[in-house]
């Protein structure tokens, strides 16, 4: 029997229409946005993770309520996505949620100022993913987003950023800087995790009522605190989690946006699936 996978978006995947989208389906959510953040995030949503992410994750939300919540047996979330998705399964409350991705944003941003050289550079073509550990072993740096067969990020210190580069594109890669804050998925966010720590703590989790995956580790949550945490430092799996809901029967997929950078990387992921989104 196939089964269907909603998909919550991350970093990166803001649109221009985002913030109308909340204002039209999910108006009381814009509103917890503003008072959890201190301002209204989706305006400031290019200038880093502080904004980006809660305004992402508001958009998700209302992206599923615009889809009318639909029913799914598996749900994952991209980075900061995780938490969307585990609000939609029942394993989190929405406003602990939302102070949890507002207190993220801020901690990620503030790492990547404290640590003061961090950047990533995404590695694009084929064989991107079979030369990504190697370039990242050779350059001290880390693979932080195995999005794709065609598709890595690596993070670390921007010095070594150009270098890599060119070893990437004497293999037949292209290789593209990212405009980001810092070294996302990587050792040099490891000032973020106490505080965040901390505030998991806090905060309730119960049992979802569907299956979510942890893009950490590619399976099944089981340790909610703690993959959420290991999420600061540790790579996005998104390649292998795509492939591991296919092995449990997902064909169908479900972004609930914003955008669809998502169902980009699953058409060069797998092959005869359906692609839907919000």
Known sequence: MAHTA?????????SSGMRDAVARVRPDLLALAGEVVGEDPFPRADE????AQPAIFCASLAGWAALGKPEAEY?????????GALVAAGC?????????????????????????DGGMLALLGAGAADHAAELADTHGLAVANDNCPTQIVLSGARSELPAAAEAAEALGLRAMPLPVTGAFHSPMMESAVPEFVAALERVQFGEPHVTVLSAVTAQPFDDVRARLAEGLTMPVR?????LELHRLGAERFVEVGPGRVLTGLAKRTLRDVELVNA
């Open 238 to 242: 998104w390649r292998e989690t795509m």
């Open 75 to 83: 749900m994952a979330g991209h980075s900061l996505g995780e938490l």
């Open 6 to 14: 909603i998909l919550f978006p991350g970093q990166g995947s803001q």
């Open 48 to 51: 880093g993770t502080k904004f």
């Open 92 to 116: 989190l409350g929405e406003r602990d949620g939302l102070e949890l991705v507002a207190l993220r944003g801020r901690l990620m941003q503030e790492a990547g100022e404290l640590a003061g």
